[in-house]
């Protein structure tokens, strides 16, 4: 199952998002290819305001216990965060088998 995660950011939170950074590529680099695709949210500034992610996982509790240890859920830089099961169709213009 493909699920995209929009993860915004608290308020202020760049200084924490970007030490806590080199935790959270190290866990995703884990996840290697349930990543489809990931990076950051920009606000009409072009600054860091959350995560877009396009994950795989055999289901929704497989997500859930991979976000309770997500850096950035835990130290809290991730406010508020929506889950939307999705069909992954095209990768990089090549049809998902």
Same mark, same amino acid.
């Given at each position: ?35 489809? #695709?990931? $990076?950051?949210?920009?606000?009409? *500034? ?6 877009? +992610? &396009? ?18 859920? #835990?130290? $809290?830089?991730?406010?508020?965060? *929506? ?6 169709? +095209? &990768? ?6």
């Amino acid at each position: 199952m493909q699920f995209i995660v929009k993860a915004y950011d608290g308020p202020d939170m760049l200084e924490k998002r970007m030490a806590v950074r080199p935790r959270h590529l190290e866990g995703m680099k884990k996840l290697g290819c349930q990543i489809i #695709v990931a $990076g950051g949210l920009l606000d009409e *500034e072009g600054k860091m305001k959350g995560s877009a +992610l &396009v994950m795989e996982f055999p289901d929704r509790a497989a997500l859930d216990a991979y976000l309770e240890h997500e850096p950035y859920v #835990v130290e $809290g830089v991730w406010e508020k965060v *929506e889950i939307e099961q999705m069909n992954v169709v +095209l &990768v990089n213009g090549e049809k998902k088998q």
